[in-house]
């Protein structure tokens, strides 16, 4: 089955700076690729996606870049604010109807962004 | 918007006890999802289910079953609770895109 690893699983960065969490994927056959935000006490939030036939997505402050051939994907946040502070994870799938749109998460980063 | 609402936000059991966790989504979609979280392991697929009264194991279905009478109700059930079932419970639902929608989650502690 599909394998997703996560890096790294603590950051800590100053506000204003750049963040960037990178994740790799095993199934060749993945094709979509969203990124989840977990404030404390709630469930994950949708933050952005990106599927296979784009390299790159953007959001404001937030970025998304996929290498397919590679297998990895990751995460940009510019400009870093002290409310981006989060447990952030990655995943995959490959949305096929027998697998009801299952994902695949990494184990998670904690980014701390401090004042 | 989706909304995926869960019945308890903190529950405590005791070992050998029987518990329910509902799940209720109101976007009449098909398929919905339970997640277990812990510490450093990320979310782990449980079971979910593409229908009424279909259901497919997950990665880690051991311990657990589900019921899907409903369209817009899936429960979790743990027959008899163990300590090693402690945990953050997270239901699921996916839109359109296939993003999925989740709940607040249920913090079950048991003792």
């Known amino acids: 089955g599909e394998n997703v690893e996560q890096h790294p699983s603590t950051l800590s960065v100053q506000e204003g700076d750049s963040a960037v969490i990178k994740c790799t994927y095993s199934d060749s056959a993945s094709n979509y690729f969203p990124w989840y935000k977990q404030e404390l006490g709630k469930g994950p939030q949708l933050i952005i996606d990106?599927?296979?036939?784009?390299g790159e997505k953007k959001d404001q402050r937030i970025a998304v870049t996929l290498n397919k051939t590679a297998k990895h994907f990751s995460l940009h946040i510019t400009e870093t604010q002290p409310e981006d502070s989060a447990v952030y994870f990655c995943a995959a799938s490959h949305g096929g109807s027998n697998s009801g749109y299952a994902l695949n998460f990494g184990k998670g980063t904690s980014l701390l962004v401090t004042p | 918007d989706v909304k995926v609402t869960q019945s308890s936000r903190y529950l405590v059991k005791r070992t050998g006890e029987k518990v329910f966790l509902e799940c209720v989504q109101d976007?009449?979609?098909?398929?919905m999802f339970w997640y277990r979280q812990d510490p450093g392991l990320g979310l782990r697929l449980i079971y979910f289910?593409?229908?009424?009264?279909?259901?497919e194991k997950g990665d880690i279905p051991e311990g657990y079953s589900v019921s899907r009478e409903k369209k817009e109700r899936f429960s979790l059930i743990l027959e008899s609770a163990s300590t090693n079932q402690t945990s953050m419970y997270l239901c699921?639902?996916?839109?359109?895109?296939?993003?999925?929608?989740f709940g607040p989650g249920t913090r079950l502690t048991v003792l």
């Open positions: 990106i599927r296979s036939n784009v």
């Open positions: 976007m009449d979609h098909e398929n």
């Open positions: 289910s593409y229908d009424v009264k279909m259901k």
């Open positions: 699921a639902t996916p839109g359109q895109g296939g993003e999925q929608f």
